[in-house]
């Protein structure tokens, strides 16, 4: 924030892009755990693009994130280890759900409904990608709702 970028406020002050200074390895997007009570980090997880969706956390241990990779991917969350991932053939722009029939759980995420959240992500995103030479991520699947069996 400050004088320069996009105005936001009639007192003059506006907002504009940065990189963030941790981005020099060429990674945006971070995952992290806290622990509130100790008031310390549990574990943080760096990868190439931010996630799009809101974290779902379960009963059994894992977290789930959609990210503009575009993946769904899954964590351990003690130690914050990748488990499981899956690409998918547009930008995840829901929140991820789990739910169970019968004996069965699924875990599922809604892909290429483009909103104004993931719309201004993947524009940033690739912006940063071609800064750095790297191609930009022009998914084309449309909309569509991935399940998966756990």
Same mark, same amino acid.
């Given at each position: 924030?400050?004088?320069? !970028?996009?105005?936001?406020?009639? =007192?003059?002050?506006?907002?504009? #892009?940065? $990189?963030?200074?941790?981005?020099?390895?060429?990674?945006?997007?971070?995952? @992290?755990?806290? &622990?509130?009570? !100790?008031?310390?980090?549990?574990?943080?997880?760096?990868?190439?693009?931010?996630? #799009?969706?809101?974290?779902?956390?379960?009963?059994? !241990?894992?977290?789930? #994130?959609?990210?503009?990779?575009?993946?769904?991917?899954?964590? &351990?969350?003690?130690?914050? $280890?990748?488990?499981?991932?899956?690409?998918?053939?547009?930008?995840?722009? =829901?929140?991820?759900?789990?739910?169970?029939? !019968?004996?069965? @759980?699924?875990?599922?995420?809604?892909?290429?409904?483009?909103?104004?959240?993931? =719309?201004?992500? #993947?524009?940033?995103?690739?912006?940063?990608?071609?800064?750095?030479?790297?191609?930009? $991520?022009?998914?084309?699947?449309?909309?569509?709702?991935?399940?998966?069996?756990?």
């Amino acid at each position: 924030m400050g004088p320069e !970028g996009t105005k936001l406020l009639t =007192s003059g002050v506006g907002i504009s #892009s940065a $990189e963030h200074p941790d981005a020099a390895d060429g990674k945006i997007g971070r995952l @992290q755990a806290k &622990d509130v009570k !100790g008031r310390t980090l549990g574990w943080v997880h760096h990868q190439a693009a931010p996630p #799009s969706t809101s974290l779902l956390a379960t009963a059994g !241990g894992v977290v789930f #994130s959609g990210d503009l990779d575009p993946a769904l991917k899954a964590f &351990d969350d003690a130690p914050g $280890e990748l488990l499981w991932q899956a690409p998918l053939d547009d930008l995840p722009s =829901s929140s991820t759900v789990t739910y169970r029939v !019968g004996r069965a @759980q699924y875990v599922a995420v809604v892909v290429g409904l483009r909103n104004n959240h993931v =719309s201004d992500l #993947s524009r940033t995103c690739n912006a940063f990608r071609k800064r750095r030479g790297l191609a930009a $991520e022009t998914p084309t699947g449309g909309a569509a709702v991935w399940v998966f069996g756990l």
